[in-house]
């Protein structure tokens, strides 16, 4: 698994999130949130902090599982590919 497959759920995601209906716009946020994090993480600039960021997936994949089975498979793929590239 390479950063650009995560790119790709983090795309796969977003745009499953856009195509339901009933997502509120605390949950995007917390997504696009996500993302950002996960971009800060794959840049060797940025210091951040793997941990939080492996901890708001698995926070999202819990919140995607009651309603959102689709985006709950792409959010564990992406948990999966964060633990391969050793996040």
Known sequence: MSEQRIKELLEELRGELQ???G?????L?????LESN???????AVDSDENAVLDDAIALEAVFAASHPVAEKII???INSLSRIGI
């Open 38 to 44: 996960i971009g800060d993480l794959v840049d060797p």
């Open 23 to 27: 997502v509120d716009e605390a949950l």
């Open 76 to 78: 564990r793929e992406l």
């Open 19 to 21: 195509r339901t209906d």
């Open 29 to 33: 946020a917390s997504v696009r949130t």
